[in-house]
């Protein structure tokens, strides 16, 4: 147990060291340490693809929030010919799952991208120099995410300011069955038919 608390307290004092270091460098010591069989361009392509992951999984949950708390988002609020306020309403409606449904399915494909190529690098990278690679680019990524959590915020905020929120599961789910459903699932149900949890990346038995 004291020696995981040692490796735990090395780890963070290594990482903060890490972060004092430009980009660059780090890079080009990457690409020593695999004996050039990984390029800088390797390197950014993983550093885009799992930013834009992140940045797409936020979108994706801001429209859950818009879809959960039935307001619609502004890039979908325009005016629509010959429509009255209902038939508008329906509209765009189905547009929101449409846009929710598309950003859903690039996710999987950005995160399907970039656990290939990180598998790929990881094999050819020693594992402290991996280490540190990653701790960089987690941390780059968690600045950058902040203020697109930022924005979000703000205009969920502005949505959401005349509305009544649906925070029951009574408010927001409809029971037509005979079965008395536990607080446990009312809760699951309330986020949509479409939420789950995600499996576990499958294990590379290949090293």
């Given at each position: 147990?004291?020696?995981?608390?040692?490796?735990?307290?090395?780890?963070?004092?290594?990482?903060?060291?890490?972060?004092?270091?430009?980009?660059?460098?780090?890079?080009?010591?990457?690409?020593?340490?695999?004996?050039?069989?990984?390029?800088?361009?390797?390197?950014?392509?993983?550093?885009?693809?799992?930013?834009r992951?992140?940045?797409?999984?936020?979108?994706?949950?801001?429209?859950?929030?818009?879809?959960?708390?039935?307001?619609?988002?502004?890039f979908?609020?325009?005016?629509?010919?010959?429509?009255?306020?209902?038939?508008?309403?329906?509209?765009?409606?189905?547009?929101?799952?449409?846009?929710?449904?598309?950003?859903?399915?690039?996710?999987?494909?950005?995160?399907?991208?970039?656990?290939?190529?990180k598998e790929?690098?990881?094999?050819?990278?020693?594992?402290?120099?991996?280490?540190?690679?990653?701790?960089?680019?987690?941390?780059?990524?968690?600045?950058?995410?902040?203020?697109?959590?930022?924005?979000?915020?703000?205009?969920?905020?502005?949505?959401?300011?005349?509305?009544?929120?649906?925070?029951?599961?009574?408010?927001?789910?409809?029971?037509?069955?005979?079965?008395?459903?536990?607080?446990?699932?009312?809760?699951?149900?309330?986020?949509?038919?479409?939420?789950?949890?995600?499996?576990?990346?499958?294990?590379?038995?290949?090293?």
């Amino acid at each position: 147990m004291l020696q995981l608390k040692t490796v735990v307290i090395f780890l963070r004092i290594f990482a903060s060291l890490v972060l004092k270091r430009t980009f660059v460098s780090i890079l080009k010591d990457v690409v020593r340490a695999s004996k050039e069989t990984v390029s800088t361009a390797d390197l950014r392509r993983f550093e885009r693809l799992s930013w834009r992951a992140k940045k797409v999984e936020q979108d994706v949950l801001f429209l859950k929030n818009c879809k959960a708390f039935q307001v619609i988002p502004k890039f979908l609020n325009f005016k629509i010919p010959n429509a009255n306020s209902y038939d508008a309403k329906s509209i765009r409606k189905r547009l929101l799952r449409t846009t929710l449904q598309k950003l859903e399915s690039k996710l999987k494909q950005l995160e399907r991208e970039t656990y290939q190529i990180k598998e790929d690098l990881r094999r050819k990278i020693p594992s402290i120099v991996w280490y540190t690679f990653i701790v960089y680019v987690t941390e780059n990524i968690r600045k950058r995410i902040r203020s697109v959590i930022h924005i979000h915020e703000k205009k969920m905020s502005a949505l959401t300011r005349n509305v009544q929120l649906p925070f029951t599961a009574s408010e927001t789910i409809t029971n037509l069955s005979n079965r008395k459903f536990k607080e446990e699932e009312l809760n699951l149900l309330q986020n949509g038919l479409s939420f789950g949890i995600p499996p576990p990346p499958p294990i590379s038995l290949t090293r």
